[in-house]
């Protein structure tokens, strides 16, 4: 009997399987969407870029937008919705961001004799970052799904300062480019999106092809552009990269395409 599936990749499972074994994210009890019916429609979408986000907020988001009957998709950690519920979705988000925040400076009691540690649901770089060091000094430790971090309240001081190490060592690390005189951000973005845009819809546009490699290229070189994340930056980058190596390589029309489109409605927000 199918009663649970994954929301990011399709599988089905029975009930008692708690986690997808592909993408080690919550499975969820009710259908995914199907991502072919937002691919095909030309209606204007939204993408959102959750790699940061952990596998339980992803599930509490994808819970919720179905709670809410918002048409949806992923492709892997990106979700697509359409412009018309953008601002429904971005409620959603808010609600979730103000649930799951991230405070970690201090230590709290817990029943048990150990101290807790708020992470934040979505902070996975700092979760694996914490986990790590925390084994490497064979310091026993519990995380949960939430974030949630629990260790002997002996190590009180000392994690406190680890996970403050390891924020400013994550904020340092993401870095882009010194710049290109001459060269704005929304010139690269805006020809990017023009490029996808026409790459989604005629992959064998030589014009859109350099277009779309000469501002890959340039983009590498940017500063972080007003606006932008870095985690969301760094995703724009990586799509850009894949076209670009898909094109080179010349693959199959329909990879590019889908490719193609993925940027575009990733860009489609800020321009």
């Known amino acids: 009997m199918i009663a649970a599936w ?28 199907d991502p072919a019916a937002m691919a095909e429609s030309e209606r204007p979408q939204v993408a959102y870029e959750l790699h940061g986000w952990n596998g339980p907020a992803r599930a509490e988001v994808e819970n919720r937008l179905y709670a809410a009957a918002i048409t949806h998709s992923w492709q892997g950690p990106t979700l697509l919705v359409y412009e018309e519920d953008e601002d429904q979705a971005d409620d959603i988000f808010d609600a979730i ?113 350099r277009q779309l490699m000469d501002a890959e290229s340039l983009a590498r070189d940017l500063k972080l552009p007003f606006g932008y994340d870095a985690p969301m930056w760094r995703s724009v980058l990586d799509q850009a990269a894949v076209i670009v190596a898909l094109i080179e390589d010349a693959a ?18 800020y321009v």
């Open 6 to 33: 994954c929301f990011q990749c399709q599988l089905d499972y029975s009930p008692d399987v708690a986690e997808c074994i592909e993408c080690g994210i919550p499975t969820v009890d009710h259908p995914p969407s």
């Open 252 to 269: 199959d029309d329909a990879m590019v395409e889908s490719e193609a489109k993925q940027l575009r409605n990733m860009l489609h927000p």
């Open 97 to 209: 961001d103000n649930e799951m925040q991230t405070s970690a400076d201090s230590g709290t009691a817990s029943e048990d004799g150990r101290v807790g540690f708020d992470l934040g649901a979505r902070s996975e770089d700092l979760h694996a970052a914490v986990s790590a060091r925390l084994k490497a000094a064979e310091i026993d430790f519990e995380l949960t799904g939430t974030g949630y971090l629990l260790v002997g309240s002996v190590h009180e001081d000392l994690v406190a300062e680890w996970i403050e190490e390891i924020q400013t060592e994550l904020r340092g690390a993401a870095t882009f480019g010194d710049g290109v005189e001459g060269v704005s951000g929304t010139d690269v973005v805006e020809a990017m999106f023009l490029a996808s845009d026409t790459l989604r819809r005629n992959t064998r546009d030589l014009r859109a092809q």
